[in-house]
Every structure is written in structure tokens, then in C-alpha cells.
RNA sequence: GGGCCCGUAGCUCAGCCGGUAGAGCACCGCCCUUUUAAGGCGGGUGUCGAGUGUUCGAACCACUCCGGGCUCACCA
């Protein structure tokens, strides 16, 4: 064995040698095993067959320990010359961290007093031909574990957590509703006009029909379809797609959880979002998470104007002209450049309210020219029925009673359309005029919920692999 | 897109007022039958992200590019 092998070519030749020695390294199954949890559970003598990942290695001449881990956790095996005979411990011998092995025998407990399998057979179920990240320090590099998600999860314990939590977070969203007669249904994801949202869309190309089709931004026009269709609970769980930047708080692909109900509005939709995400939380308790104290608690409700107000000092009503939100605008340092008299306003409620809100709260009042699906407060037509939830400071849900009246909404279409290139979705105001019962939709962000359940800081976390720029220079090769 | 910071062995990191690189773990060889960050003896296995320039000489200085992080901008 040359010296200049690095310590994949070594496992190769390692690999190469197992075919030689007619040890199949890559065999198809490992039957009744049990995992390294219920072993450990079971008293000494009693033979158990366990098998995973070798994750430590200890030799010792004629005897060796190793750990190894399954999806349970880990598992010690002892394995003796004497027990296994001189091959077969050879065999192990020349295993590596990384392998995966089944071992077969029964339980004891070391002199240290943990609980083992003393080797009588073991099997390399699959040779690994690369090196793990160290056992101590993990992996760290945050561009590795991004990418090579597979070992971030392996190697570090609270990755895996949030990861799982996640999980954990979208079935019990999916019990929830659904032990609330809500329907879970799948819309296109491939779209001809991307709608529901005020977003830059991804564009693709369908070749057999040779047309343009774009990623939807949300899924709301088509769940709304279902709605006239006399679907009366339905939601969907899935990825939507805007074409926009990177942050903590973005990822261009996104779960997005939306749902609907005839006949209620939006106070409706106010109760079931905190129900909602409070038996969610409760689920994650269940499972031995820790979840922020503030969401058990009782869920504000807050008007836009009264906040912009109290945080901003200045004096905010919906009867504000586009001069004077103008002014505010500079005078509280908030460029307003060409921005509409809504545009300034949400920048200024996201620069100085929203990083306020840290205790669960539902923002209600929001201008009716922001919000263009939903429908006006019969008391005050500027005000949009209309509720954000602010969590932590951030954004995690949006919700209102659902405009249903064919004529208006072509209007808001028509108006949106004339300052855009956005197209108007007549197919969508078709639907509306064979009626749609009254209805509240809400949307929730599913990774940002994940986000304020488990405590990550960015979104990154809770996505398994999150946008990364294409590194095609280095492959790790 | 702007600003600041980062990229050195498989992993975690040192080295950076210029003299072709070092530690721990991992790995390789030898010893070792209850270890567990096993231990003992011996061994660095590297395109210092890439390229160009300055220089007798570059991991180190300059410029460009690639990738990442934070932040601002953008963003229903």
C-alpha cells in the first residue's frame, strides 16, 4: 500500500479486496433486526441481531468495540477473535467509520457498565468509501452542511432535531385540519398565469404544447375554484415558488399551507389559525421539543393604524392622503420614492412595528388597496377583512374573508393589471360569476412556523436543502 | 445589487509584518482481549477556493473571478 493514497483510495482497494475475498460488500437486506433503542431495553444474555452505521472504532489487538447507529441511536458491539474467529474478526478489523454492518449475538455489559453486543456474526451490509466529518467538532462548515445535507444530519444531533421537527410540525397540521373535515387537495403547480400573489414568478417551457407555463406563487385562485365547485373545507400543503431574493427569512422554494371555509370570514379563520398552530405546538411538546412559552399564551389582536401610531409617534388613520404618508415617510427616514400610498405604508409598518410584535399577535385593518382577494369592512371600505399573524417579529400567516363578488374583484384585477404586466385571470373571474359561496381563506408559512417551533434563526435550518448557488467548479472531487 | 467578513489536510482549526505549511481527530504501519474523545511507538497524506499580477521568492501583498456568512437594499 502506497503511502501517497489518499483515504478513499484506500477504501477502494479495501472495497476491491472484499470482491476478491468473495464478500459480497453491498448485499441486499439485513432481516429481524431490531433497533439499538429496544436492544438496549433488553436484558443481558438474550441474543439480539442490530445493525447501522459504524460511527467509532476502538481495536484492540485480539478485541475490539465499535459503536454503531441507527435511526434509534447508537449501540455498542464488542467484537473478540475468540467469538467470531480469526477471519471473520480480520474481516472487521478492516472496516471502516462509515460502514454500515448488521452484527448478530448477545447482550452483556462491560466492565465501564454499558450495555453491548458481544459479536458471534457480523455482515457488511455497505462499504463506505469515503471519510466522515470528525466525531468531536461535527460539521460545521455552514456551505458543507447545506450542501451535503446528509452528513450535517448524521454527525450533528441538533440538525437532525429541527429537521424532524419539521416532520413532526406538517403531520400534525395535516391532523388538525383534517379532524376538522378539511379536505386535502393538490392544485397545479405548473400555471399560465402565476396569480394569488404579488410576486416575480419562475417561467418554464412546456414542450408538447410549446407554451410558456410559470411555478405558482400560491395556490389561493385555484383552491378558491374548489370553492364554487361546492367544496366547502379544503387546504393545501405545498411548495411555491417566487422568483426573488435569498434572506434569512426566503427561500425561493417555500411550503405554504392554505385554507378555506364557506360560509365564515375572517374571525372564523382568526380562532382556527391559533387553535391550529397551538395544537401544533402542543404536538412538538409531545415529542420532547421545547416550543417559545409565548405561543401557549393568549394571542393579541391589534389594529394596523393604532401600531403604526404607537411606534412610529405619528399620527396614522385610514384617512390618510398620499401627501401626508409622503412626508411621514421622510420625515421617519423611510425613502418613499415611487412607491403608491399602500407600498409606503407597508414599509413603514415593516420597519417600525414589525420587530415589535414578538408575542403571538393578529394584525387587523389593513388598507383595502393591499389587499386585493380580500373583501372591504361593510363599515369602512378602505379597511380590507383582513388579519396578519406576527410572531417573534416576522410574518407567519395572512388571512381574510375571501372577495366573492365576480365585479369587484374583476376591477381590482383590471386596475393591478394596468400597473403591471401581470395578466388578469379571467378564467378566475368566470369561476366567480357562477358564485362562490362566502368563504375565509388563510396562508400559512410552514417554514417559518417550523422556524418560531424549534427556535431556528434562519430558514435555512428548516430546510433540508436549501437554495444554494450551483457550485459547479469544485464537486468535492 | 451595495458594505463588511470568510475559504489552509477527510473534519475542526492554527500559520498571514513575504522565505513553497502545522496541531487534534480521522487515516497508514507495528503493539495491545472490557474500550468508550481507549492507549503506546512510528508516519503528513495538502492544487493553502481559482486565475492573473508584484517579487529573486506568494497561503500571506494587489487585482479579477468562484462559493459562503452577516447586513443594507429589494421582496404582499
Not at 292 to 319: A, Q, S
Not at 333 to 348: N, Q, T, V, W, Y
Request: hydrophobic share 35%; glycine share 6%; aromatic share 10%.
Amino acid at each position: 500500500m502506497n503511502k501517497k493514497q489518499n483515504q478513499t483510495e484506500i477504501r477502494k482497494d479495501k472495497l476491491t479486496k472484499l470482491r476478491e475475498s468473495g464478500v459480497n460488500p453491498y448485499p441486499h437486506s439485513f432481516e429481524n433486526r431490531i433497533d439499538a433503542l429496544e436492544a438496549l431495553k433488553i436484558k443481558d444474555g438474550v441474543k439480539v441481531r442490530v445493525c447501522g452505521r459504524i460511527m467509532s472504532r476502538r481495536i484492540m489487538g485480539k478485541s475490539s468495540f465499535a459503536h454503531i447507529k441507527d435511526v434509534s441511536g447508537q449501540i455498542q458491539v464488542f467484537m473478540a477473535v475468540d467469538k467470531l474467529g480469526r477471519e471473520n474478526y480480520d474481516l472487521f478489523r478492516d472496516t471502516d467509520i462509515g460502514d454500515f454492518i448488521g452484527v448478530e449475538g448477545e447482550l452483556f455489559v462491560t466492565r465501564a457498565g454499558e450495555k453491548t453486543v458481544m459479536a458471534e456474526a457480523f455482515t457488511i451490509l455497505s462499504k463506505s468509501l469515503r471519510p466522515l466529518p470528525e466525531k468531536w467538532h461535527g460539521l460545521k462548515d455552514v456551505e458543507t452542511r447545506y450542501r451535503k445535507r446528509y452528513l450535517d444530519i448524521l454527525v450533528n444531533p441538533e440538525s437532525s432535531k429541527i429537521l424532524k421537527a419539521r416532520s413532526i410540525i406538517t403531520a400534525a397540521i395535516r391532523e388538525f385540519l383534517e379532524s376538522r373535515r378539511f379536505c386535502e387537495v393538490q392544485t397545479p403547480v405548473l400555471q399560465d398565469i402565476a396569480g394569488g400573489a404579488a410576486a416575480r414568478p419562475f417561467k418554464t417551457l412546456h414542450n408538447v404544447y410549446n407554451t410558456d407555463l410559470y411555478m405558482r406563487i400560491a395556490p389561493e385562485l385555484y383552491l378558491k375554484r374548489l370553492l364554487v365547485g361546492g367544496w366547502e373545507r379544503v387546504f393545501e400543503m405545498g411548495t411555491n415558488f417566487r422568483n426573488e431574493g435569498l434572506s434569512s427569512m426566503h427561500n425561493p422554494e417555500f411550503t405554504m399551507l392554505e385554507v378555506y371555509a364557506a360560509y365564515t370570514d375572517y374571525n372564523f379563520m382568526m380562532d382556527l389559525a391559533e387553535e391550529m398552530v397551538k395544537s401544533v405546538a402542543g404536538k412538538i411538546v409531545d415529542e420532547g421539543f421545547s416550543v417559545p412559552e409565548n405561543i401557549m399564551g393568549e394571542w393579541v389582536r391589534k389594529d394596523y393604524w393604532e401600531l403604526l401610531k404607537v411606534h412610529t409617534g405619528e399620527d396614522f388613520t385610514p384617512e390618510i392622503t398620499y401627501d401626508e404618508v409622503k412626508k411621514k415617510a421622510e420625515y421617519l427616514k423611510i425613502p418613499p420614492g415611487k412607491d403608491s400610498i399602500e407600498k409606503m405604508l407597508d414599509r413603514i409598518f415593516s420597519h417600525y412595528v414589525e420587530e415589535k410584535l414578538s408575542d403571538p399577535t393578529f394584525v387587523t385593518g389593513y388598507p383595502s388597496s393591499a389587499s386585493p382577494l380580500a373583501k372591504q369592512s361593510p363599515e369602512n371600505p378602505g379597511i380590507a377583512e383582513r388579519f396578519e399573524i406576527f410572531i417573534n417579529g416576522s410574518e407567519l400567516g395572512n388571512a381574510y374573508s375571501e372577495q366573492n363578488d365576480p365585479e369587484i374583484q374583476k376591477e381590482v384585477f383590471l386596475k393591478q393589471a394596468s400597473g403591471s404586466t401581470s395578466p388578469v385571470d379571467n378564467d378566475y373571474i368566470e369561476a366567480l360569476e357562477y358564485g362562490m359561496p362566502p368563504a375565509s381563506g388563510l396562508g400559512i408559512g410552514v417554514d417559518r412556523l417550523t422556524m418560531v417551533l424549534t427556535g431556528a434563526e434562519t430558514i435555512r435550518e428548516v430546510l433540508l436543502f436549501p437554495m444554494l448557488k450551483p457550485n459547479n467548479a469544485d464537486t468535492g472531487e
